[in-house]
C-alpha cells in the first residue's frame, strides 16, 4: 500500500504554550526504569518500574495500566501516581502494550482465562519479579487503569483475586464485557453499553475464569463520565451489578454522596471508605475522565506516612534508566513549534518538546497522539497545543485533554495533568477520519 505524508503546512504545526505556576507534584531523586527480562511475557509488553527513594520494608505494589495509544511511561508521567509513591512509600509497576493501536488485550479468550496468556500473564510476571527482587507485601498488591487499562484492571481482579486486594478503574467496562470470537480487539456492542445482563450471569463470568476459588474477592473503585461516548456510560451500571454480585452484596447503595461538583458517589457492602464497591458518577464527563490519583490511593488504604526503613536494591541489573524522551512504537513524528512563558526570574528556561505520531490507522480512520515532554528546568503547570490538517482530516473523538475548535484544534490539559515536572512527558490522544484509504504517515523530529 503507498504511504503518504500526513499534509501539514508550516504555519499549521502543533503550537505548545504553557506558564509555569507551581510545582504541584513532590520531588524525588528516583527516575523510571525499565525492566527487561522479567519473566513469561506472551505479548512481549515493555514493563517500566518506579520504585522511591526512601523505600519501607514490606513495601505495597500497585500496577497502573495505561489507556489506548499510551504508554507505561505516559502514564507515569501524566497521573500522580509516582509522586503518592514517593509520598507513602509504595511500588508502581507501569506495564505497555506493544501492538498496533496499544491497547490491552481484554477480548480474546486466552486474556480471560487465569493462566491462559496474552497480556494478563505477562502483568502477573511483573508482579512476581517485583516480589522477588523487592521487600513488598504481598498482602498489598493493587491495580488500577485508564481505559484500556481500566478494562484490563477488572480482568486483572476477576483472573487473579488471591493477588490483588483492591482495583480502581477509570472509564472501564465490566470484566468479560469486551469478550470477542473472531480475533478482533475491539467489542462495539460493550463499547456502545448495549451488552445487558442479570447480575448473576455477570458475576458467573468472573468465577468462571477462575473456577473453584472460594478466597476473598478485591475490593473495587468505579469511576465514569455520563457523558463517556467511547465508552459508554450503561457499562458503569453493569459493572456495579458484576461487582456487587461477586462479593454476594445488594446493588442497592448502603450510603450515597457528592464528594465533589458533579460527582455522585455510592458505596455497597459497607458505607466506610473500604467498602467492598465504590462507584464514582461523573455528571457531564465524557472519555477524559479526570485520574483522581489520590481517591484510588485512599480508597486503597495507602494514605500512611512513609516509615524510614530502607528495603531493597534501588536499581537491579536488568533494569535501564528512561530517557526524558519518549521512546515511539511508530518512530515518527512531525516538527512543532513551541513555546513556555514562567513566572519565576529564570530567563533560560527550554521550551516544551511536542510530537505529534499516527498510532493506528484502519480505512478512512485512525487514532493519535501529541506527547508534550517539558525540556525545562522548573514545572509547567498548565498548557495548551493548537495543530491543523490540510487534507480533509478531522476529528471525533478525545482523551487526557480537552479539544476544541474544528481545524485548527485546540487541546488543553484536565486539571489531573496539568502540571509536566522537568523531563517529564504528558500525552493526549484522538480518534479521527481522513478523506484517503492509505496510510497516513507523519515524518520529521520533535521539536524545542
Same mark, same amino acid.
Given at each position: 500500500?503507498?504511504?503518504?505524508?500526513?499534509?501539514?503546512?508550516?504555519?499549521?504545526?502543533?503550537?505548545?504554550?504553557?506558564?509555569?505556576?507551581?510545582?504541584?507534584?513532590?520531588?524525588?531523586?528516583?527516575?523510571?526504569?525499565?525492566?527487561?527480562?522479567?519473566?513469561?511475557?506472551?505479548? &512481549?509488553?515493555?514493563?517500566?518500574?518506579?520504585?522511591?527513594?526512601?523505600?519501607?520494608?514490606?513495601?505495597?505494589?500497585?500496577?497502573?495500566?495505561h489507556?489506548c495509544?499510551?504508554?507505561?511511561?505516559?502514564?507515569?508521567s501524566?497521573?500522580?501516581?509516582?509522586?503518592?509513591?514517593?509520598?507513602?512509600?509504595?511500588?508502581?509497576?507501569?506495564?505497555?502494550a506493544?501492538?498496533?493501536?496499544q491497547?490491552?488485550?481484554?477480548?480474546?479468550a486466552?486474556?480471560?482465562?487465569?493462566?491462559?496468556?496474552?497480556?494478563?500473564?505477562?502483568?502477573? *510476571?511483573?508482579?512476581?519479579?517485583?516480589?522477588?527482587?523487592?521487600?513488598?507485601? *504481598?498482602?498489598?498488591i493493587?491495580?488500577?487503569?485508564?481505559? *484500556?487499562?481500566?478494562?484490563?484492571?477488572?480482568?486483572?481482579?476477576?483472573?487473579?483475586?488471591?493477588?490483588?486486594?483492591?482495583?480502581?478503574?477509570?472509564?472501564?467496562?465490566?470484566?468479560?464485557c469486551?469478550?470477542?470470537?473472531?480475533?478482533?480487539t475491539?467489542?462495539?456492542?460493550?463499547?456502545?453499553?448495549?451488552?445487558?445482563?442479570?447480575?448473576?450471569?455477570?458475576?458467573?463470568?468472573?468465577?468462571n475464569?477462575?473456577?473453584?476459588?472460594t478466597?476473598?474477592?478485591?475490593?473495587?473503585?468505579?469511576?465514569?463520565?455520563?457523558?463517556?461516548?467511547?465508552?459508554?456510560?450503561p457499562?458503569?451500571?453493569?459493572?456495579?451489578?458484576q461487582?456487587?454480585?461477586?462479593?454476594?452484596?445488594?446493588?442497592?447503595?448502603?450510603?450515597?454522596?457528592?464528594p465533589? *461538583?458533579?460527582?455522585?458517589?455510592?458505596?455497597?457492602?459497607t458505607?466506610g471508605?473500604?467498602?467492598?464497591?465504590?462507584?464514582?458518577?461523573?455528571?457531564g464527563?465524557?472519555?477524559?475522565?479526570?485520574?483522581?490519583?489520590?481517591?484510588?490511593?485512599?480508597f486503597?488504604?495507602?494514605?500512611?506516612?512513609?516509615?524510614?526503613?530502607?528495603?531493597?536494591?534501588?536499581?537491579?541489573?536488568?533494569?535501564?534508566?528512561?530517557?526524558?524522551?519518549?521512546?515511539?512504537?511508530?518512530?515518527?513524528?512531525?516538527?512543532?513549534?513551541?513555546?513556555?512563558?514562567?513566572?519565576?526570574?529564570?530567563?533560560?528556561?527550554?521550551?516544551?518538546?511536542?510530537?505529534?505520531?499516527?498510532?493506528?490507522?484502519?480505512?478512512?480512520?485512525?487514532?493519535?497522539?501529541?506527547?508534550?515532554?517539558?525540556?525545562?528546568t522548573?514545572?509547567?503547570?498548565?498548557?495548551?497545543?493548537?495543530?491543523?490538517?490540510?487534507?480533509?482530516?478531522?476529528?471525533?473523538?478525545?482523551?487526557?485533554?480537552?479539544?476544541?475548535?474544528?481545524?485548527p484544534?485546540?487541546a488543553?490539559?484536565?486539571?489531573?495533568?496539568?502540571?509536566?515536572?522537568?523531563?517529564?512527558?504528558?500525552?493526549?490522544?484522538?480518534?479521527?477520519?481522513h &478523506?484517503s484509504?492509505?496510510?497516513?504517515?507523519?515524518?520529521?523530529a520533535?521539536? &524545542?
Amino acid at each position: 500500500m503507498i504511504k503518504i505524508i500526513h499534509k501539514i503546512t508550516t504555519s499549521a504545526l502543533p503550537v505548545l504554550t504553557a506558564s509555569v505556576l507551581l510545582a504541584s507534584l513532590d520531588t524525588s531523586a528516583a527516575s523510571l526504569r525499565e525492566v527487561t527480562g522479567f519473566g513469561t511475557n506472551p505479548t &512481549n509488553l515493555r514493563m517500566h518500574l518506579y520504585v522511591p527513594d526512601g523505600l519501607p520494608n514490606n513495601a505495597p505494589i500497585l500496577v497502573a495500566n495505561h489507556y489506548c495509544t499510551g504508554t507505561g511511561p505516559a502514564l507515569y508521567s501524566g497521573t500522580q501516581f509516582a509522586a503518592l509513591a514517593d509520598r507513602y512509600g509504595f511500588i508502581v509497576i507501569y506495564p505497555s502494550a506493544t501492538r498496533s493501536g496499544q491497547c490491552f488485550d481484554v477480548s480474546s479468550a486466552q486474556a480471560l482465562r487465569r493462566g491462559g496468556g496474552s497480556d494478563p500473564v505477562g502483568i502477573m *510476571s511483573m508482579v512476581n519479579y517485583v516480589q522477588q527482587n523487592y521487600n513488598v507485601d *504481598s498482602t498489598r498488591i493493587f491495580v488500577t487503569g485508564v481505559s *484500556s487499562g481500566a478494562m484490563m484492571t477488572q480482568v486483572l481482579l476477576g483472573l487473579y483475586p488471591d493477588v490483588f486486594k483492591a482495583g480502581a478503574s477509570f472509564a472501564g467496562v465490566p470484566f468479560a464485557c469486551f469478550a470477542t470470537t473472531n480475533g478482533s480487539t475491539w467489542n462495539s456492542d460493550c463499547a456502545n453499553g448495549t451488552i445487558s445482563r442479570t447480575a448473576q450471569q455477570w458475576g458467573d463470568l468472573v468465577r468462571n475464569a477462575y473456577p473453584g476459588y472460594t478466597g476473598a474477592r478485591p475490593r473495587v473503585q468505579l469511576w465514569h463520565g455520563t457523558a463517556d461516548t467511547t465508552l459508554r456510560y450503561p457499562n458503569f451500571n453493569e459493572a456495579i451489578k458484576q461487582w456487587t454480585n461477586v462479593h454476594g452484596i445488594s446493588q442497592t447503595p448502603v450510603s450515597t454522596d457528592t464528594p465533589s *461538583s458533579g460527582a455522585t458517589r455510592t458505596r455497597y457492602g459497607t458505607s466506610g471508605g473500604q467498602a467492598l464497591v465504590e462507584a464514582i458518577s461523573l455528571q457531564g464527563t465524557g472519555h477524559n475522565i479526570p485520574v483522581n490519583a489520590a481517591e484510588a490511593i485512599r480508597f486503597f488504604g495507602l494514605t500512611s506516612p512513609v516509615a524510614s526503613s530502607v528495603a531493597s536494591s534501588r536499581a537491579p541489573a536488568s533494569s535501564s534508566a528512561v530517557s526524558s524522551s519518549l521512546r515511539s512504537s511508530v518512530g515518527s513524528s512531525v516538527v512543532a513549534t513551541s513555546s513556555a512563558r514562567s513566572s519565576t526570574a529564570s530567563s533560560n528556561a527550554t521550551g516544551g518538546n511536542c510530537s505529534y505520531v499516527i498510532t493506528n490507522n484502519w480505512g478512512s480512520g485512525f487514532t493519535g497522539a501529541i506527547r508534550i515532554t517539558n525540556k525545562r528546568t522548573t514545572t509547567i503547570n498548565g498548557w495548551s497545543v493548537s495543530w491543523r490538517y490540510t487534507n480533509g482530516t478531522s476529528l471525533s473523538g478525545t482523551w487526557n485533554a480537552t479539544i476544541t475548535g474544528s481545524n485548527p484544534y485546540t487541546a488543553t490539559n484536565l486539571g489531573w495533568n496539568s502540571s509536566i515536572q522537568p523531563g517529564q512527558t504528558v500525552e493526549f490522544g484522538f480518534q479521527g477520519n481522513h &478523506n484517503s484509504a492509505e496510510i497516513p504517515v507523519v515524518t520529521g523530529a520533535a521539536c &524545542n
